[in-house]
């Protein structure tokens, strides 16, 4: 899934500072080659945010393919994408400089001003990642259910499972693995279910009857906030 603004009704989108969008360090961004002389123009890069100046310059990872660093030459001009709660924005920033010390990174000129666009929801993915869910109840607390999560955002999931496995308002603890910087790791997170109902899948999927749940995230600490963000940001930057 690739992404991009899209003008308001006046043909113009809302303008802001860099500062005021609160960035993190290690915020998935995508890079379009915007440049004219491109062979392969509108191609996507997906990089992390390192740090940035104000007004003088923003440090980002360098672009990798196949495990391989992406030939990025100075100068060269890119359209710039990124998330940051429920804001999309987008700026144009040209390559002031590509270096392999200590570690491969760009800088990328400073942007005057930036594009952004308020979402009327959380960002979400259909990754169909296989997990587990705990009910938290005393008498269910031993029980591991099988379950697929078949839609994710930073504020909840939707999971299915072979059977119900609480009711509207219980807490659940629902687990599943996420590739982070090319290793698995084990996310466990408290939830509340808030709907639930029977589905038939589709006959690719094997036409089975499954019971779909609506999760609300209890409010994950910090670094597995991140690091699910960041996920998600990644996943739809990468398309």
């Excluded at 390192?50 to 393919?65: C, D, E, R, T, Y």
């Excluded at 942007?111 to 960002?123: D, G, I, N, Y």
Aim: proline content about 5%.
């Amino acid at each position: 899934m690739s992404y991009e603004l899209q003008s308001g009704p006046n043909g113009n989108k809302p303008a802001e500072n860099l500062l005021a969008l609160n960035l993190g360090i290690g915020d998935a961004l995508q890079l379009q080659d915007s440049s004219v002389s491109n062979r392969a123009p509108n191609r996507r890069y997906y990089v992390k945010l390192i740090g940035f100046l104000n007004k003088a310059s923003i440090v980002v990872s360098h672009p990798m393919q196949d495990e391989k660093l992406l030939p990025i030459e100075d100068g060269l001009s890119f359209l710039v994408r990124g998330f940051s709660g429920r804001k999309a924005y987008e700026f144009n920033a040209n390559v002031l400089f590509a270096s392999h010390i200590p570690y491969p990174h760009l800088h990328l000129s400073f942007p005057k001003q930036v594009e952004c666009l308020t979402m009327r929801s959380a960002l979400r993915i259909q990754p169909k990642l296989a997990g587990w869910i705990e009910p938290m109840d005393a008498a269910s607390a031993l029980i591991k259910v099988p379950a697929v999560v078949v839609d994710l955002s930073t504020s909840g999931a939707r999971v299915q499972a072979n059977r119900q496995f609480g009711k509207i308002g219980d807490e659940v603890r629902v687990a599943f693995r996420l590739p982070i910087d090319d290793e698995e790791q084990v996310f466990s997170i408290s939830e509340v279910i808030r709907n639930s109902y029977n589905e038939t899948l589709t006959k690719n999927l094997g036409g089975a009857e499954v019971m779909t749940h609506g999760l609300e995230f209890i409010q994950p600490e910090g670094s597995m906030r991140m690091a699910l963000q960041n996920f998600i940001y990644k996943t739809m930057a990468e398309g």
